[in-house]
């Protein structure tokens, strides 16, 4: 029986609409029974296209799931094939749907040694995650990390980057995890080194609910960061609160696309294109 594809799946509509409860009343649990006892077992094993087809299915056909979607995916996957990058770093892994879709999008680019690593705070969406990349053929590309994001980063950035010993840069940042975090993330990872010149940010859900505090700062010019932020050096005792680095330059466009239940949303696509002298 021929497998499961993703065309297949677009052509047979959307999502279940989102309802108040949509995340963590045993649906993840329950989609893992569903493809891992699916009559086309054998079919989608080893097959990324084949296990999102069946996790698409299951969200058509029994419960939503806050999955980024075919059609938005469409948007990153489009970027990943023409920048090829080695290096994605996404925060808010869910059960592992973008991870699967970037990670294979990375890996047929033919890039040497591609590393796409899915923060994930959540260890039961964790441990579904790790099992449908395995059932994806993916393990080898894909590695799902555990744990609160802002140590994750801190870990991350404190290792060996697979870009060489010296280098902390990772080529795409992905963030869909909490979206009033966006921005205080966004901004560790400039700390941290981990968004630099040549870094790509894409940002998830970015018409709904949108984000206007993180949209206003990638849009703004140095100097208007820069006069934000120099009140606060040398004052915060929180560490969990983060500057940034304020003299980043990033080009943005705004890019929209269907969420996977139909209604319009967007992804927000900054590039991280120069580091100005603060002097």
């Keep these: 029986m021929a497998a499961l594809t993703m065309n297949t799946s677009i052509s047979q509509g959307f999502y279940k609409p989102e309802e108040k409860v949509f995340c963590n009343d045993g649906r993840e649990n329950q989609l893992l029974d569903f493809i891992t006892t699916h009559p086309q077992l054998s079919a989608i094993r080893n097959s990324p296209e084949a296990v999102l087809a069946a996790v698409d299915e299951f969200a058509r056909t029994k419960d939503f799931l806050m999955n980024v979607g075919p059609y ?12 090829r990058p080695r290096s994605i770093l996404e925060i808010g892994g869910y059960i592992g749907y973008s991870a699967i879709m970037f990670g294979s999008a990375m890996r047929n680019t033919g890039v040497r040694g591609p590393r796409y690593v899915s923060l994930e705070m959540n260890p039961k969406f964790a441990s579904v995650s790790r099992a449908l990349v395995e059932l994806a053929g993916l393990s080898d590309v894909v590695e799902i990390q555990e744990g609160p994001c802002r140590a994750s980063l801190h870990r991350l950035a404190a290792g060996t980057s697979n870009q060489g010993p010296s280098s902390k840069k990772w080529d795409m940042l992905f963030l869909d995890h909490s ?53 606060f050096v040398g004052c915060l005792s929180d560490g969990g609160i983060s500057l940034g680095n304020p003299y980043l330059v990033y080009q943005t466009t705004l890019l929209e696309g269907l969420e996977p239940t139909g209604h319009m949303d967007a992804v927000e696509i900054s590039r991280c294109v120069d580091l100005v002298d603060k002097n």
Excluded: C, F, W
Excluded at 188 to 210: F, N, T, Y
Excluded at 221 to 229: L, P, Q, V
């Design 72 to 83: 938005k995916g469409s948007i990153i996957t489009d970027i990943i094939a023409t920048e």
């Design 179 to 231: 979206k009033i975090s966006y921005l205080n993330d966004l901004k560790l990872a400039e700390e941290l080194g981990i968004v630099a010149p040549g870094s790509i940010v894409i940002a998830d859900d970015m018409k709904r609910p949108g984000n206007p505090m993180y949209s206003d700062y990638v849009r703004a010019d140095t100097a208007t960061k820069a006069e934000a932020y120099m009140p």
